[in-house]
Structures are given as structure tokens and as C-alpha cells.
Nanobody, 118 residues
Framework: QVHLAESGGGLVQAGGSLRLSCALS????????RAWFRQAPGKERELVTS???????YYTDSVKGRFTISIDNAKRTVDLQMNSLKPEDTAIYYC????????????WGQGTQVTVSS
């Protein structure tokens, strides 16, 4: 069964921190790629960060040094620690997973809202 469920979104002031968590079913937890995307109002969805089974990570330039993706094997979650948040980080954040090493992500969570006030 494929299951992804995000939690941890909310409202925070600029400069603050939030931690998002994505609970994964056994099948999705073992997929080769896990990622966080976001979609701001009026903008296209963008890849924020990803991590593969070997632990290799990718970060989009705008979040480098501020966001950290990690895997919690005990809890079977993919977490996103977001520090030094900016108003432009405001978006719906989605967790995604895919069994392939490249290509589009096929499995998605329902999303969680992150709002950063100035």
C-alpha cells in the first residue's frame, strides 16, 4: 500500500523554524527517491529537496544552508527541518516518493500549508 502523510505545517514569523514530517508506508519508505516539493500561490510546483537510498541529497539554491532533509528509520518518516524561514517560503509543501532513480515522482501526499509572516 502506498501512503504518504505530511504534518507539521503552520504559521511562523520570518526568521523562525518549522519541522515537517512525512509518514511513509513500508512500500513508500523503501522507494529509491523521497522528496519535498512546494507550490506557492500562482506559481508552479518546485522541487525543494530530495534524498535517495544512499543518503545523497539535493537542495534547490534558495533553501541551501537553511533547510535539511533527513530520514528517520525508526519512525519511517522523511523530515524537513526549515530554519531562517522567509516570506517567500510560504507555500503548500508536498512529500513525494518514487521507485525509479530518475523521472517524475508518482506518489504524493496531500500537502501541508506553511505560511511565513514578515
Amino acid at each position: 500500500q502506498v501512503h504518504l502523510a505530511e504534518s507539521g505545517g503552520g504559521l511562523v514569523q520570518a526568521g523562525g523554524s518549522l519541522r515537517l514530517s512525512c509518514a511513509l508506508s513500508d512500500r513508500t519508505f523503501s522507494m529509491k527517491r523521497r522528496a519535498w516539493f512546494r507550490q506557492a500561490p500562482g506559481k508552479e510546483r518546485e522541487l525543494v529537496t530530495s534524498i535517495n537510498l544512499s543518503g545523497r541529497t539535493y537542495y534547490t539554491d534558495s533553501v541551501k544552508g537553511r533547510f535539511t532533509i533527513s530520514i528517520d528509520n525508526a519512525k519511517r518518516t522523511v523530515d524537513l527541518q526549515m530554519n531562517s524561514l522567509k516570506p517567500e517560503d510560504t507555500a503548500i509543501y508536498y512529500c513525494a516518493a518514487d521507485p525509479a532513480v530518475i523521472g517524475d515522482y508518482d506518489y504524493w501526499g496531500q500537502g501541508t500549508q506553511v505560511t511565513v509572516s514578515s
